[in-house]
């Protein structure tokens, strides 16, 4: 079945440092990658929308000065937390969605980050 | 090895009657499992969830069944309605973390 490939699955950073995080699509052309994030003992909430040549939508909330999203190929899509913080510590979760009339949505298999 | 499976790929429902989504898992330390239903061109939404601890979560037309000694459980949606025409996804969370582990989707077809 289709893989999405999520890259790094751990990182620990220092505040003020930026850090990011790659999401493939590793045998499918993803036409649009998702961004989440999850807080403990909550679900996810989604972050953006990327589509691929264009600029990504953010959900209401979101900053996007702080969370860089690039969609530079229909096979990879990857998010920076710049200047991160502690707060940002956070699992985040991408989904790449297939194009076509029966599309379907893979997911990554996550990126914890701990901001020091 | 799929650790969280959701064996229909398709259900088609006729509006008013019940639709029955299954999702069956094989890591027993999963402690909570949840549901998210996704329409075309938009990212997925949550839907519903429940702990390890309960058997049976009731969210208006949703509900959620676990039954930890299957490692199955099942999402309800009654009475159905065309709205709910989407594919739903099960996740589940192991308790060592956070991580989300994701079945394939169901795509729910409800019929007028």
């Known amino acids: 079945g289709a893989v999405v490939s999520q890259h790094p699955s751990r990182v620990i950073c220092k505040s003020g440092t930026s850090v990011k995080i790659e999401c493939r699509s590793l045998?499918?052309?993803?036409?649009?990658m998702f961004w989440y994030r999850q807080f403990p003992k909550q679900s996810l909430m989604l972050m953006a929308t990327s589509n691929e040549g264009s600029k990504a939508t953010y959900e209401q909330g979101v900053e996007k000065d702080k969370f860089l999203i690039n969609h530079a190929s229909l096979t990879l899509s990857t998010l920076t937390v710049t200047s991160a913080h502690p707060e940002d510590s956070s699992f985040y979760i991408c989904?790449?969605?297939?194009?076509?009339?029966?599309?379907?949505?893979?997911f990554g298999s996550g990126t914890q980050l701990s901001v020091l | 090895d799929q650790q969280v499976k959701q064996n229909s790929p398709s259900l088609s429902v006729q509006e008013g009657r019940i639709s029955i989504l299954n999702c069956d898992y094989t890591n027993s330390m999963f402690d909570y499992f949840l549901w998210y239903k996704k329409y075309p061109a938009e990212g997925p939404t949550f839907l519903i969830s429940?702990?390890?601890?309960?058997d049976k979560n009731e969210d208006g037309r949703f509900t959620v069944f676990l039954n930890k000694s299957a490692k199955h459980l099942s999402l309800h949606i009654v009475p159905s309605q065309p709205g709910d025409s989407a594919v739903y996804f099960c996740?589940?969370?192991?308790?060592?973390?956070?991580?989300?582990?994701f079945g394939g989707g169901t795509r729910l077809m409800v019929k007028p």
């Open positions: 996740a589940a969370r192991g308790n060592a973390g956070n991580m989300l582990t």
């Open positions: 045998d499918f052309q993803a036409t649009t």
């Open positions: 989904s790449a969605q297939t194009g076509g009339p029966n599309e379907k949505l893979f």
């Open positions: 429940i702990s390890s601890i309960k």
